[in-house]
C-alpha cells in the first residue's frame, strides 16, 4: 500500500525533501573552476618570482582581479561543498558531525571574504 | 533479485495460524533476511582487494580536502600582497625555502589530480564511459595527465626564472 500522496511520489524525494539542489550546485562549481583553475596555474607559474610590485599590478589588473574573484568565489563554494559530503559521510557521532559542518561552513565564508577584500584592496589602489 | 516485502508485514496474512506461529515465521524471516549480504561495503574492498579504481577514488576526496586547506595558503598569500613589500619578501621566503616548494609541489598535484579526476567525473555524469575497462583506462589517462601538468607546471615555473635559485 502506498501512503504517499500523489505529488510525494511524483517528487519522489523522500523524507530529506530534497533532490539534487546539492550534487548540482558541486557540478556547476566545479564546471566554473576548470577554467579558472587553468588561468590560476597559468598566472602562478608567470608570478612565482615576482616581486611585490608585480603581484599587486597583476592582481590590481582588471582581469586579474576578475579573475581572481572568481576563483575564490567558486573554489570556497566548492570546497565547502566537497567538505560537507565527506563529513555527512564518514562524521557518525551527531554533535561532531554539526560542529565540523558548523566550521566548515563559516571558515569557507571567512576565507572568501578575506580574500576578495584583499583583492578589492589592490584592484583600488587602496 | 525481488525485493521481499518488510519483515513486519510477513505473516500477518498468513490464514489458519496462530498469533504464535506467526511471530515465529516473523522472527525465522528476520533472521535470514539480516544474514543476507548487504551492498559492497568498504571493508570489502581494503580487506579482500584493493583496487586502482578505489585508490583513485579515495585520492579525488583526499586531494579535494587538501585543497580546502590550500585556500588557507592562498587567503594567507593575498594578505601578504596587501601588507606591502616587507610581508610579501617574507612569504616568498617562506614559500619559496624546500618546504614551501615541497608544499607547493604536493598543493599543484592535489589541484591538477582533483581538475582531472573531476572531469572525469562531469563525463560521467553524462552517462558516458562507465563500463569496468573504460573506467579503467580512462583512470590511467588521468592520472598520467595529471602527473605530466604537475611537471610541465614546474618546469615552466624554473625556466620563467632562469634556473633554479
Known sequence: ?126 | MARSPPVTEIGNGVVGVSTFEQAEVRKELAMTIRERPLSPHLELYVIQKPQFTMALSMTHRITGVLLFFGLIIIAWWLLAVVAGPEAYTTAQEVLGSWFGRLVLLGWSFCLYYHLCNGVRHLIWDTSRGMETAQIERSGIVMLVVSLSLTLLTWILAYASRGGPA
Open chain 1, 1 to 126: 500500500m502506498n501512503l504517499r500522496t500523489p505529488l510525494s511520489t511524483v517528487r519522489g524525494l523522500g523524507t530529506a525533501h530534497n533532490g539534487v539542489h546539492h550534487w548540482w550546485l558541486l557540478r556547476l562549481s566545479a564546471i566554473a573552476l576548470i577554467p579558472l583553475s587553468v588561468w590560476l596555474m597559468v598566472s602562478l607559474i608567470c608570478v612565482s618570482t615576482a616581486d611585490h610590485a608585480t603581484a599587486v599590478a597583476w592582481l590590481a589588473s582588471p582581469t586579474g582581479a576578475l579573475f581572481a574573484v572568481l576563483f575564490i568565489i567558486a573554489a570556497t563554494f566548492h570546497g565547502q561543498m566537497g567538505l560537507q559530503e565527506v563529513v555527512v559521510d564518514y562524521v557518525h557521532n551527531k554533535s561532531c558531525k554539526l560542529g565540523a559542518l558548523i566550521l566548515i561552513k563559516l571558515s569557507a565564508f571567512a576565507l572568501a571574504t578575506l580574500c576578495i577584500l584583499a583583492i578589492v584592496r589592490m584592484s583600488l589602489g587602496a
